[in-house]
C-alpha cells in the first residue's frame, strides 16, 4: 500500500519561499530605463549626462541624478543626519550587495510624487512610509517585484557569480566558527591614569574595486543626498526663489564628490558615472505627434471645400503619410502629458479665431512640423528595438552551447588539431586538404 503524502495541499518543492540573491547590474541608461520600466515606472527615462554644467543639463529637466563612483569609506558626524525634515524624505539603507543601483533608482523615485511609479510601487511606498530606513531597505531586499525585475536585467554569469558569493560566505563563517569557538570574554581591566594615548588599527585597504550608487534629488524644499550606506538622508542646500533650478544647489555638491573620490584636476580617478532621470522622451515626442494630428484637423474644419488646390502641391502629398505613427495610424491616438487636453483646447481657442488667410500657412505648417515629429517617434522607436536586443544578447545564456559544441569538436577529433596539442595541427589540416582534392 503506498503512503499518502503527508503534505498533500502544500506548496510545491520548487516555490521560491526567500529568494534568489541581487545580482550586478550593467551600468547602462538602457538597462535602467528597461529596469523602471518593469519596476512599473512610466513616463521617464534615464540618460546619461557628460557634464554638469547648465548648458548640458538643465534642458532636460531632471527629476533626479544617479551617480556612481568607485566608493569609498566616508565618514560623517551623527549630527548631519538630525535634521527633523529628513523625515518626510522616504529613504532605505542598503542591505543587500549589488542591489545599490535599484536602491538608488527607488530612493529617488518615490520620493517624486508626480511620477507615475504603478499600482505596485505605489502600494509598497504606502506600506513601509512609516518604517525606518533599515526596515525599508529589509523591505526591498524581500520584495519579489523588485528583486526579480533586478535580476532579469543581469548576465548570467553574474547571477552565478552571486550564488557562489553566498555560498562561499556561508561556508567561510561556518569554518571559522568551527575553527574558533565562542570565548566567554573577561571583562576589559581598568585604564591606567597614566595612559593618556589610545593606539588605532588602521584599516587594510581592500585590493577589490567597489562601485556604488547613490541618488540626488530635490524633495520638501531641499535636495537631499540619498545614499543607501548612511544612516539617513544628507542635506545638500535648501530651494530657493534665487535658485531657478534645483540642479544649482547639487552641482556644487557634484564637483566636491567628484574631487574627494580623484575627479579633480590633476586625479588620476575619472570613472565616474553620471545619470539623469527625465521625462520620456518617447512620451514627448509622440505627444507632439499627436497635438499636430488633432490640429490638422481642427485646421481643416475650417478651411473651404476645395481648399487642397490653394495648398502647397508637395506638402499636400506629404500630408498622406506625415501623420502615420509607426507604432499606430494616422487617427487621434493614445497621450501621455496631463496637461494635453488643456493645450490643446487653447490652440482649438486659437484656431477658431484665426482669419481665412492665415489658415493655409498654419496647415502648411502643421504638415511641416509632423514630419519633424513623426521621424522624432521613428527614433525613439528604433533606439528602444535597440535596447531590446541589446538586452537579449547580454542575458541569453551562451555557456550551454559553447559546452556543447567543444564536445562535439572533441568527438569529431577536430580540437586537438584546433588547440595545435601535440603539434601535429598543421599535419592533420594538409592530409585533410589532400583527401578534399582527391588525391589521397
Known amino acids: 500500500m503506498q503512503e499518502p503524502d503527508a503534505h498533500p495541499e502544500g506548496p510545491s518543492l520548487d516555490l521560491d519561499l526567500i529568494g534568489e540573491p541581487f545580482a550586478v547590474i550593467e551600468s547602462d541608461p ?23 554644467e547648465p548648458w548640458a543639463v538643465d534642458h532636460l529637466n531632471p527629476r533626479g541624478l544617479v551617480f556612481c563612483f568607485m566608493w569609498r569609506k566616508d565618514a560623517h558626524r551623527p549630527g548631519d543626519f538630525d535634521d527633523p525634515a529628513a523625515e518626510r524624505v522616504w ?3 542598503q542591505l543587500s550587495d549589488d542591489a545599490c543601483a535599484s536602491l538608488a533608482i527607488l530612493n529617488i523615485a518615490l520620493n517624486c510624487p508626480d511620477i507615475d511609479i504603478g499600482e505596485e510601487l505605489a502600494g509598497f511606498r504606502r506600506e513601509t512610509e512609516s518604517m525606518s530606513p533599515v526596515m525599508k531597505g529589509l523591505a526591498i531586499s524581500s520584495s519579489p517585484l523588485i528583486r526579480t525585475a533586478h535580476r532579469a536585467f543581469a548576465r548570467p554569469p553574474d547571477l552565478r557569480g552571486a550564488l557562489y558569493s553566498i555560498a562561499t560566505s556561508t561556508l567561510d563563517d561556518a569554518a ?23 593606539k588605532v588599527k588602521k584599516e587594510e585597504p581592500d585590493g577589490e574595486e567597489a562601485y556604488h550608487f547613490i541618488g540626488y534629488v530635490p524633495a520638501y524644499g531641499k535636495v537631499w543626498e540619498l545614499d543607501g550606506l548612511k544612516s539617513g538622508p544628507l542635506e545638500v542646500g535648501e530651494l530657493s526663489e534665487e535658485n531657478t533650478s534645483w540642479m544649482d544647489v547639487v552641482r556644487p555638491a557634484l564637483r566636491m564628490k567628484m574631487q574627494k573620490y580623484g575627479g579633480a584636476e590633476g586625479g588620476t580617478n575619472i570613472r565616474f558615472s553620471l545619470l539623469a532621470l527625465v521625462d520620456g522622451f518617447y512620451e514627448k515626442a509622440s505627444d507632439n505627434l499627436e497635438f499636430l494630428k488633432r490640429e490638422r484637423v481642427a485646421l481643416q474644419r475650417r478651411m473651404k471645400p476645395g481648399w487642397e488646390s490653394t495648398v502647397d502641391s508637395n506638402l499636400l502629398e506629404q500630408a498622406q503619410f506625415a501623420f502615420d505613427s509607426p507604432v499606430g495610424s494616422s487617427a487621434p491616438g493614445r497621450t501621455y502629458a496631463r496637461d494635453f487636453g488643456s493645450l490643446r483646447m487653447t490652440r482649438d481657442m486659437e484656431i477658431l479665431e484665426m482669419p481665412e488667410r492665415a489658415l493655409v500657412p498654419a496647415w502648411e505648417q502643421c504638415v511641416r512640423d509632423a514630419l519633424r515629429a513623426k521621424v522624432a517617434v521613428e527614433d525613439e522607436v528604433t533606439k528602444a528595438t535597440r535596447a531590446h536586443t541589446e538586452h537579449v544578447k547580454r542575458t541569453h545564456d551562451y555557456e550551454p552551447f559553447l559546452k556543447e559544441f567543444i564536445v562535439c569538436l572533441q568527438n569529431e577529433g577536430l580540437l586537438e588539431p ?15 586538404r589532400v583527401k578534399l582534392n582527391g588525391k589521397g
Do not use: C, M, Q
Open 30 to 52: 538602457g538597462v535602467f530605463t528597461s529596469l523602471i520600466r518593469k519596476l512599473g515606472i512610466r513616463g521617464t527615462e534615464l540618460v546619461e549626462l557628460y557634464d554638469i
Open 91 to 93: 529613504f532605505a539603507n
Open 176 to 198: 571559522k566558527k568551527k575553527k574558533n569557538p565562542p570565548i566567554v570574554k573577561k571583562p576589559p581591566p581598568k585604564p591606567k591614569a597614566a595612559s593618556s594615548t589610545v
Open 418 to 432: 584546433l588547440l595545435d596539442v601535440n603539434g601535429d595541427a598543421p599535419k592533420s589540416n594538409k592530409a585533410k
